[in-house]
């Protein structure tokens, strides 16, 4: 593993998933608006967002670590009509901006869905175009014959293809499950109430000192916490019920409906395809890749190749022949409608697919690294 640009290779491997997982989510949002209501095309696309969020702060953290000083990427976007490194710095500020504020938008049900739509769409289109400057950073180098190649910006779509609709299918299926506990949870408590209550009928009849029970339910009991007549709205109610965190909270937990369970397969099934197929791109890419690399006349592009015939390079592509697998094959097997009943080995399957493409993908940066061979000194 070339650990000198590991910074850059978390960078440019976690904003291209969290760019892939904004491109599958848009399409997946105008989908699902043609043919559910928005109560529930908002509980499968939710999950979706908070799965990108994180990706792309881990991403921007870490590209930071590979400059000395951080002020001098305020020198670097001047040169934007002219550098790559410029429009990537300038695109992926602007990805992050447009996807938190399609997220808060989306929190707090701010504007109509058209409007949360197309804020979207802009993050996809801009997140695509950090894509592409990210690979023409490398493939503008003509001093260095295994970046100089279209084999680069190719390799790097797919990746964001791959890995983008992997993580729309972990995040789905994970949230199921967490769905799925919560509804067991409330079952066991409202149980558990019931039992309770019967008890206190029983003791409350038996004229030996039994007390006056509450029947209501809990949620009617709950809000006397609050002043009576009071002018004040948000009067009684925490931080986290005016953030609308106890609210949504619930509203991500709630009990997964069939409706929701048979589209849910649907997008799982689909996006495990593509991130399948994406996978296989980039393994007859690699073929076509080391066959223009051993065609070259330069030394330098004979070095670059013999870096594709080493161990490493084996694993890498074994794990993503392993990955593709989990996320295509045993995915889509186990996206069925018995799978609500019991969603876990689709979870488990879809994160254990999704870790081992990443981890393919390291190392496929970092073999992308490795072949830094300039023209006659390679």
Not at 44 to 67: R, W
Not at 347 to 364: C, N
């Amino acid at each position: 593993m070339n650990l000198h640009e590991l910074p850059m290779i978390i960078f440019t491997v976690a904003s291209q998933m969290a760019v892939g997982m904004f491109v599958v989510l848009g399409i997946v949002d105008l989908w699902l608006s043609t043919k559910v209501d928005n109560k529930t095309a908002d509980r499968l696309v939710t999950p979706i967002v908070y799965l990108i969020g994180p990706v792309l702060v881990i991403a921007m953290i870490t590209s930071m670590f590979h400059m000395n000083d951080i002020s001098n990427m305020f020198n670097v976007i001047r040169n934007w009509a002219s550098s790559w490194l410029s429009r990537e710095i300038l695109s992926v500020v602007a990805f992050a901006g447009l996807g938190a504020l399609y997220a808060v938008m989306q929190w707090f049900s701010a504007g109509n869905r058209r409007l949360r739509q197309l804020v979207a769409f802009a993050a996809a289109v801009v997140g695509l175009f950090l894509v592409l400057c990210e690979s023409m950073i490398y493939a503008s180098v003509e001093t260095i014959p295994a970046w100089n190649t279209w084999v680069v910006p190719f390799q790097f779509f797919m990746t964001t293809l791959m890995l983008g609709a992997a993580g729309v299918s972990t995040s789905l299926a994970v949230m199921t499950v967490i769905r799925k506990r919560s509804e067991r949870k409330a079952q066991a408590l409202a149980g558990t109430r019931d039992r309770s209550m019967v008890s206190d009928r029983v003791a409350a009849g038996s004229g030996q000192g039994g007390v006056a029970v509450d029947e209501r339910p809990e949620s009617n009991r709950t809000e006397r916490k609050r002043p009576l007549n009071s002018a004040d709205p948000n009067a009684g109610r925490t931080w986290k019920d005016r953030l609308g965190f106890t609210h949504n909270v619930r509203a991500i937990q709630a009990k997964p409906t069939t409706e929701e369970w048979d589209y849910t397969t649907k997008i799982i099934r689909t996006s495990a395809v593509l991130s399948a197929l994406a996978a296989v791109a980039i393994l007859i890419s690699y073929v076509i890749h080391i066959q223009n690399l051993a065609m070259h006349p330069s030394p330098a592009a004979t070095a670059a190749a013999a870096v594709f015939s080493g161990a490493f390079f084996w694993v890498r592509l074994i794990l993503l022949g392993i990955g593709a697998v989990a996320v295509a094959f045993v995915s889509f097997r186990l996206a069925n409608v018995d799978g609500l009943g019991n969603p876990t080995p689709l979870a488990t399957t879809a994160v254990l697919g999704l870790i081992v493409l990443i981890a393919a993908e390291f190392m496929g940066r970092s073999l992308h690294y490795d072949t830094m061979f300039l023209v006659g000194i390679g």
